[in-house]
Protein backbone atom coordinates (compact mmCIF):
# COMPACT_ATOMS: atom_id res chain seq x y z
CA UNK A 1 0.00 0.00 0.00
CA UNK A 2 1.15 3.34 -1.14
CA UNK A 3 2.13 6.52 1.33
CA UNK A 4 -1.40 7.93 -0.24
CA UNK A 5 -3.70 4.93 0.41
CA UNK A 6 -2.16 4.82 4.05
CA UNK A 7 -2.94 8.36 4.58
CA UNK A 8 -6.76 8.45 3.01
CA UNK A 9 -7.37 4.65 4.68
CA UNK A 10 -6.37 6.11 8.24
CA UNK A 11 -8.42 9.11 7.76
CA UNK A 12 -11.62 7.28 6.83
CA UNK A 13 -10.90 5.22 10.01
CA UNK A 14 -10.61 8.75 11.95
CA UNK A 15 -13.63 10.05 10.31
CA UNK A 16 -11.44 13.10 9.02
CA UNK A 17 -11.54 14.69 5.91
CA UNK A 18 -7.98 15.11 3.92
CA UNK A 19 -6.68 18.65 3.66
CA UNK A 20 -4.17 18.48 0.81
CA UNK A 21 -2.86 22.19 0.28
CA UNK A 22 -0.52 23.29 -3.02
CA UNK A 23 1.88 25.56 -3.79
CA UNK A 24 4.50 26.02 -6.60
CA UNK A 25 8.12 25.02 -5.93
CA UNK A 26 10.73 27.58 -5.78
CA UNK A 27 8.00 30.80 -5.09
CA UNK A 28 8.76 33.08 -4.32
CA UNK A 29 12.36 31.49 -3.33
CA UNK A 30 13.61 28.25 -3.69
CA UNK A 31 14.80 28.07 0.40
CA UNK A 32 11.56 28.50 1.69
CA UNK A 33 9.28 25.70 -0.18
CA UNK A 34 10.51 22.88 2.32
CA UNK A 35 9.95 25.16 5.19
CA UNK A 36 6.34 25.97 4.27
CA UNK A 37 5.85 22.05 3.84
CA UNK A 38 6.97 21.46 7.13
CA UNK A 39 4.30 24.07 8.11
CA UNK A 40 1.61 22.66 6.41
CA UNK A 41 2.02 19.69 8.09
CA UNK A 42 1.94 20.98 11.47
CA UNK A 43 -0.65 23.34 10.33
CA UNK A 44 -3.29 20.09 10.08
CA UNK A 45 -2.06 19.43 5.85
CA UNK A 46 -2.44 15.33 5.33
CA UNK A 47 -1.15 15.71 1.82
CA UNK A 48 0.84 18.08 -0.06
CA UNK A 49 1.09 19.10 -3.46
CA UNK A 50 3.80 20.82 -4.89
CA UNK A 51 3.65 22.60 -8.65
CA UNK A 52 6.50 21.51 -10.75
CA UNK A 53 7.07 25.09 -12.62
CA UNK A 54 5.97 25.11 -16.50
CA UNK A 55 6.23 28.02 -18.93
CA UNK A 56 2.41 27.52 -19.89
CA UNK A 57 0.18 26.10 -17.35
CA UNK A 58 -2.47 26.19 -19.66
CA UNK A 59 -4.99 24.73 -17.07
CA UNK A 60 -4.19 26.82 -14.06
CA UNK A 61 -5.54 30.90 -13.33
CA UNK A 62 -3.49 34.14 -13.25
CA UNK A 63 -2.16 33.48 -9.60
CA UNK A 64 -0.24 29.88 -10.47
CA UNK A 65 0.84 31.26 -13.73
CA UNK A 66 2.71 33.84 -11.36
CA UNK A 67 3.66 31.68 -9.49
CA UNK A 68 5.42 29.53 -12.17
CA UNK A 69 6.72 32.67 -13.51
CA UNK A 70 8.85 33.85 -10.10
CA UNK A 71 9.35 30.24 -9.89
CA UNK A 72 11.14 30.07 -13.25
CA UNK A 73 12.94 33.04 -12.71
CA UNK A 74 14.72 31.56 -10.03
CA UNK A 75 15.86 28.61 -12.24
CA UNK A 76 13.94 25.75 -10.57
CA UNK A 77 13.57 22.81 -12.67
CA UNK A 78 12.17 19.49 -12.31
CA UNK A 79 15.60 18.18 -11.33
CA UNK A 80 15.04 21.18 -7.86
CA UNK A 81 11.68 20.22 -7.31
CA UNK A 82 12.87 16.99 -7.04
CA UNK A 83 16.20 17.61 -4.68
CA UNK A 84 13.69 19.76 -2.32
CA UNK A 85 11.25 16.37 -1.69
CA UNK A 86 14.78 14.37 -0.82
CA UNK A 87 15.03 17.46 1.47
CA UNK A 88 11.68 17.15 2.94
CA UNK A 89 11.81 13.46 3.38
CA UNK A 90 15.17 14.07 5.92
CA UNK A 91 12.49 15.42 8.22
CA UNK A 92 9.31 13.73 7.04
CA UNK A 93 8.87 9.90 6.05
CA UNK A 94 5.53 9.67 6.82
CA UNK A 95 3.19 12.58 4.68
CA UNK A 96 2.42 11.61 0.76
CA UNK A 97 3.95 14.67 -1.36
CA UNK A 98 2.31 14.56 -4.88
CA UNK A 99 3.89 16.57 -7.87
CA UNK A 100 1.54 18.68 -10.15
CA UNK A 101 2.66 20.17 -13.45
CA UNK A 102 2.64 19.27 -16.92
CA UNK A 103 4.10 16.54 -19.10
CA UNK A 104 6.60 18.51 -21.14
CA UNK A 105 9.32 18.73 -18.36
CA UNK A 106 8.80 14.83 -17.63
CA UNK A 107 9.48 14.11 -20.89
CA UNK A 108 12.24 16.51 -21.73
CA UNK A 109 13.74 14.65 -18.59
CA UNK A 110 12.87 11.49 -19.38
CA UNK A 111 9.92 9.09 -17.79
CA UNK A 112 12.03 6.98 -16.42
CA UNK A 113 14.83 8.75 -15.37
CA UNK A 114 12.24 11.18 -13.61
CA UNK A 115 11.01 8.07 -11.78
CA UNK A 116 13.90 6.63 -10.36
CA UNK A 117 15.07 9.87 -9.05
CA UNK A 118 11.38 11.00 -7.78
CA UNK A 119 11.52 7.54 -5.98
CA UNK A 120 14.27 7.94 -4.50
CA UNK A 121 13.39 11.24 -2.90
CA UNK A 122 10.66 10.08 -1.49
CA UNK A 123 7.64 11.43 -4.14
CA UNK A 124 4.70 9.48 -3.70
CA UNK A 125 2.17 10.77 -6.64
CA UNK A 126 2.28 12.62 -9.88
CA UNK A 127 -0.64 14.13 -11.97
CA UNK A 128 0.27 15.43 -15.07
CA UNK A 129 -2.90 18.00 -16.26
CA UNK A 130 -1.97 17.71 -19.91
CA UNK A 131 -1.71 13.91 -20.08
CA UNK A 132 -3.49 12.88 -22.72
CA UNK A 133 -5.44 9.42 -21.45
CA UNK A 134 -5.16 7.74 -24.30
CA UNK A 135 -1.32 7.88 -24.96
CA UNK A 136 -0.43 7.77 -20.76
CA UNK A 137 0.03 3.53 -20.86
CA UNK A 138 3.74 3.81 -21.00
CA UNK A 139 4.06 6.52 -18.62
CA UNK A 140 1.59 4.55 -16.19
CA UNK A 141 3.69 1.35 -16.52
CA UNK A 142 6.60 2.91 -15.49
CA UNK A 143 5.11 4.79 -12.28
CA UNK A 144 3.81 1.84 -11.24
CA UNK A 145 7.65 0.38 -11.32
CA UNK A 146 8.80 2.52 -9.22
CA UNK A 147 5.59 2.87 -6.87
CA UNK A 148 4.36 5.92 -7.76
CA UNK A 149 0.65 6.91 -7.67
CA UNK A 150 -0.63 8.22 -10.87
CA UNK A 151 -3.33 10.80 -10.14
CA UNK A 152 -5.89 12.10 -12.85
CA UNK A 153 -8.40 14.76 -13.28
CA UNK A 154 -12.17 14.40 -13.57
CA UNK A 155 -13.82 17.27 -14.41
CA UNK A 156 -18.07 18.41 -14.50
CA UNK A 157 -18.25 17.82 -18.04
CA UNK A 158 -16.25 14.22 -17.93
CA UNK A 159 -18.41 11.10 -19.07
CA UNK A 160 -19.32 8.49 -17.57
CA UNK A 161 -17.72 6.43 -20.42
CA UNK A 162 -14.16 8.19 -19.76
CA UNK A 163 -14.90 8.43 -16.04
CA UNK A 164 -14.72 4.55 -16.26
CA UNK A 165 -11.67 4.33 -18.07
CA UNK A 166 -10.06 6.96 -15.64
CA UNK A 167 -11.54 4.98 -12.89
CA UNK A 168 -9.49 1.61 -14.12
CA UNK A 169 -5.83 3.56 -14.87
CA UNK A 170 -5.85 5.99 -11.76
CA UNK A 171 -3.88 4.99 -8.17
CA UNK A 172 -3.74 6.81 -5.15
CA UNK A 173 -6.91 8.98 -5.31
CA UNK A 174 -8.77 10.74 -8.10
CA UNK A 175 -8.95 15.00 -8.50
CA UNK A 176 -11.96 15.97 -9.03
CA UNK A 177 -12.19 19.48 -11.08
CA UNK A 178 -14.97 21.16 -8.96
CA UNK A 179 -15.56 24.12 -11.06
CA UNK A 180 -15.76 24.36 -15.42
CA UNK A 181 -12.43 26.68 -16.01
CA UNK A 182 -9.16 27.42 -14.61
CA UNK A 183 -7.78 27.10 -11.08
CA UNK A 184 -9.29 29.78 -8.61
CA UNK A 185 -12.49 31.06 -10.25
CA UNK A 186 -15.84 31.00 -9.52
CA UNK A 187 -17.48 29.94 -6.33
CA UNK A 188 -18.88 26.17 -5.58
CA UNK A 189 -22.53 24.61 -5.84
CA UNK A 190 -21.88 21.87 -3.15
CA UNK A 191 -25.18 20.17 -3.74
CA UNK A 192 -24.39 20.29 -7.15
CA UNK A 193 -21.07 18.92 -6.81
CA UNK A 194 -22.02 15.89 -4.09
CA UNK A 195 -24.36 14.49 -7.33
CA UNK A 196 -21.31 14.78 -9.38
CA UNK A 197 -19.19 13.06 -6.85
CA UNK A 198 -21.92 10.24 -6.32
CA UNK A 199 -21.93 9.60 -10.04
CA UNK A 200 -18.07 9.53 -10.22
CA UNK A 201 -18.30 6.68 -7.08
CA UNK A 202 -20.19 4.38 -9.40
CA UNK A 203 -16.83 3.64 -11.42
CA UNK A 204 -14.47 3.81 -8.51
CA UNK A 205 -13.48 3.25 -4.78
CA UNK A 206 -10.49 5.04 -4.47
CA UNK A 207 -10.82 8.73 -2.52
CA UNK A 208 -11.80 11.69 -4.10
CA UNK A 209 -10.23 14.95 -3.19
CA UNK A 210 -11.61 18.24 -4.68
CA UNK A 211 -9.85 21.21 -5.75
CA UNK A 212 -10.78 24.73 -7.61
CA UNK A 213 -12.72 27.58 -6.08
CA UNK A 214 -11.76 26.44 -2.41
CA UNK A 215 -10.96 29.97 -0.66
CA UNK A 216 -11.20 29.74 2.55
CA UNK A 217 -12.53 27.82 5.99
CA UNK A 218 -15.88 27.89 4.59
CA UNK A 219 -15.69 26.60 1.50
CA UNK A 220 -13.42 23.88 2.70
CA UNK A 221 -16.11 22.90 5.23
CA UNK A 222 -18.42 22.89 2.61
CA UNK A 223 -16.90 20.91 0.22
CA UNK A 224 -15.65 18.54 2.90
CA UNK A 225 -19.42 17.54 2.91
CA UNK A 226 -18.78 15.04 0.34
CA UNK A 227 -15.46 14.94 -0.88
CA UNK A 228 -12.83 12.45 0.93
CA UNK A 229 -10.10 15.26 0.74
CA UNK A 230 -10.05 18.84 0.01
CA UNK A 231 -7.55 20.61 -2.09
CA UNK A 232 -6.37 24.05 -1.66
CA UNK A 233 -4.15 26.29 -4.12
CA UNK A 234 -4.75 29.42 -5.64
CA UNK A 235 -5.81 31.19 -1.62
CA UNK A 236 -2.33 30.22 -0.72
CA UNK A 237 -0.53 30.98 -3.90
CA UNK A 238 -2.06 34.47 -3.32
CA UNK A 239 -1.17 34.85 0.02
CA UNK A 240 2.54 34.17 -1.05
CA UNK A 241 2.37 36.57 -3.77
CA UNK A 242 1.18 39.65 -1.28
CA UNK A 243 4.19 38.22 0.96
CA UNK A 244 6.78 37.66 -1.77
CA UNK A 245 8.90 40.30 -0.44
CA UNK A 246 9.14 38.88 3.18
CA UNK A 247 9.84 35.10 2.59
CA UNK A 248 11.30 34.59 6.00
CA UNK A 249 7.16 35.14 7.21
CA UNK A 250 5.60 32.92 4.85
CA UNK A 251 5.90 29.60 6.67
CA UNK A 252 4.03 31.04 9.81
CA UNK A 253 1.54 32.66 7.66
CA UNK A 254 0.22 30.20 5.44
CA UNK A 255 0.42 28.03 8.46
CA UNK A 256 -2.40 30.42 9.41
CA UNK A 257 -4.39 29.19 7.07
CA UNK A 258 -4.24 26.07 6.52
CA UNK A 259 -4.51 25.63 10.36
CA UNK A 260 -8.32 28.00 9.92
CA UNK A 261 -9.22 25.44 6.88
CA UNK A 262 -7.80 22.64 9.24
CA UNK A 263 -10.37 23.83 12.32
CA UNK A 264 -12.98 23.77 10.00
CA UNK A 265 -13.23 21.14 7.81
CA UNK A 266 -12.65 19.29 11.76
CA UNK A 267 -15.88 20.95 12.95
CA UNK A 268 -17.72 19.49 9.78
CA UNK A 269 -16.02 16.20 10.13
CA UNK A 270 -17.72 16.01 13.74
CA UNK A 271 -21.23 16.86 12.52
CA UNK A 272 -21.15 14.35 9.95
Known sequence: MSRISRCFAQLKLDGK???IPYITAGDPEPWVTVPMLHAFVEAGANLLELGVPFSDPMSDGPAIQKACERALKNEVSIQKVIEMVAQFREKDKI???????????????GYEQF???????GVDGVLTSDMPLEE???????????????????APTTTKARMMTIAKKAKGFIYYVSL??????????????GEKLDILR??????????????????????????????????LVNCIA??????????????????????AIDI????K
Open 202 to 235: EHTELPIGVGFGIKDGNSAALVSEVADGVVVGST
Open 17 to 19: TAL
Open 180 to 193: KGVTGSASIDVSEL
Open 115 to 121: AEQAEKA
Open 242 to 263: EHEKTPELLPTIVAELVEDMRL
Open 268 to 271: KDVK
Open 136 to 154: SDDFLTIMDKHGIDTIFLV
Open 95 to 109: TPVILMGYANPLEAM
